[in-house]
């Protein structure tokens, strides 16, 4: 957590996260770990430098999403997310220089209090994504790691007919694949 402990989704939180990692590492090298989890998918993707390349310890969300369309072989996404909208339009930046063409997205421009977002609203903003370009999609992505996402996905998979993908769950199969590997390796 960045020094000033806030959430607001602009450049001094996304820079004091980013600042605020190296120390975190620091504090848990102790410890047997073979990934750590940066659960902010804007922190992965808004850095003013190029985007850093994920370590063998340090894996962002955005670079958990971007492993899981790659493992389902989704090219071809639609995005809804709850950031600003000129922090939409990098994300959307990102997923091209990475190969994924995101066909439509839609945000709600909320610069803060993504856990507060209610499941209609989150359901409202995925139905405004135009209905060709969910038809052509690969997957939905739901990107943030802040809002509350998991209880919607089975119901939007259903009305949609298309894989949903949330940052969230990005990072706990990218964990879960990550153990899988490690144990047959053990074997």
């Known amino acids: 957590?960045?020094?000033?402990?806030?959430?607001?989704?602009?450049?001094?939180?996304l820079d004091g996260l980013r600042e605020a990692l190296p120390d975190a590492l620091d504090q848990l090298s102790p410890l047997p770990l073979r990934h750590v989890y940066l659960a902010c998918t804007s922190a992965g993707f808004t850095a003013q430098?190029?985007?850093?390349?994920?370590?063998?310890?340090?894996?962002?969300?955005?670079d958990a999403v971007l492993d899981a369309l790659k493992q389902q072989r989704a090219s071809r996404i639609v995005l809804?997310?709850?950031?600003?909208?000129?922090?939409?339009?990098?994300?959307?930046?990102a997923f091209a220089e990475q190969g994924v063409t995101v066909l439509a997205h839609v945000s709600l421009g909320v610069e803060d209090g993504y856990g507060g977002l209610a499941a209609e609203q989150i359901a409202a903003l995925v139905a405004r994504l135009p209905q060709r370009a969910m038809e052509e999609a690969h997957q939905v992505v739901l990107s943030c790691t802040g809002w509350h996402t998991l209880s919607l996905i089975p119901a939007l998979c259903q009305q949609y007919r298309r894989a949903v993908l949330s940052s969230n769950l990005a990072i706990a199969s990218h964990a879960r694949r990550s153990l899988e590997e490690q144990n047959a390796r053990a074997l």
């Open 49 to 62: 430098q190029p985007r850093p390349v994920p370590t063998a310890s340090t894996i962002t969300a955005f």
């Open 1 to 13: 957590m960045p020094a000033g402990r806030q959430t607001a989704l602009d450049t001094g939180f």
């Open 80 to 93: 809804a997310t709850p950031y600003p909208h000129e922090i939409a339009d990098i994300e959307v930046a």
